[in-house]
């Protein structure tokens, strides 16, 4: 009966797990298609409107502004459901000491993970770009930053401070900038 009881346990939460892997993995995926569909809007040919008017300058900046307070706000929802479920978890007076364990575990890495974005971001910031998202998964670092378009020394610049704030290899780091 009490194996029963923790293997329910376990699997309630892989399961939850699973959830919050496949969240980030949605969003991440997102994103993606974004960028591909950024990269063709932002030729001026295909800035018009279906009558033939071109979209007004401040439209567009509004809507590239707009895109990382949107990421960022995305990217904390779906942390805060992360942490709604971890701590319910702790709360749980039947919750077994392994599964407290391991929900403070996922709690303090949730935690570390936010420094570092805040960290890394404000690190690119104070390097001049406008803005920067940064983003970390399987020991591999991704950081957006907003510019027209990076040069080798930029990259390298961008990497290397992420290098020494996060510890991620600089091959493991991919820099990806949109205006």
Not at 2 to 29: F, H, Y
Not at 100 to 129: F, S
């Amino acid at each position: 009966m009490r194996l029963m009881k923790i293997n329910r346990r376990l699997l309630l939460w892989l399961c939850c797990l699973a959830v919050m892997v496949g969240v980030t993995w949605w969003i991440i995926s997102g994103l993606e298609e974004r960028f591909e569909s950024i990269d063709v809007i932002t030729d001026e040919k295909l800035l018009e409107t279906e009558a033939g008017l071109p979209v007004s300058g401040s439209e567009v900046e509004l809507d590239e502004a707009a895109f990382f307070d949107h990421y960022r706000l995305q990217r904390e929802r779906t942390r805060d459901r992360s942490i709604e479920m971890l701590q319910s978890i702790l709360d749980n007076p039947n919750a077994g000491a392994a599964a407290k364990e391991e929900a403070e575990k996922m709690l303090l890495e949730i935690v570390q993970l936010r420094e570092q974005e805040l960290v890394v971001e404000n690190m690119i910031k104070a390097q001049g770009y406008e803005d920067a998202i940064f983003f970390y998964h399987d020991e591999v670092a991704t950081v957006l930053v907003k510019h027209k378009g990076l040069d080798e020394k930029s990259f390298i610049q961008i990497a290397e401070t992420v290098s020494a704030a996060v510890g991620v290899e600089r091959e493991n780091i991919q820099v990806m900038a949109r205006p």
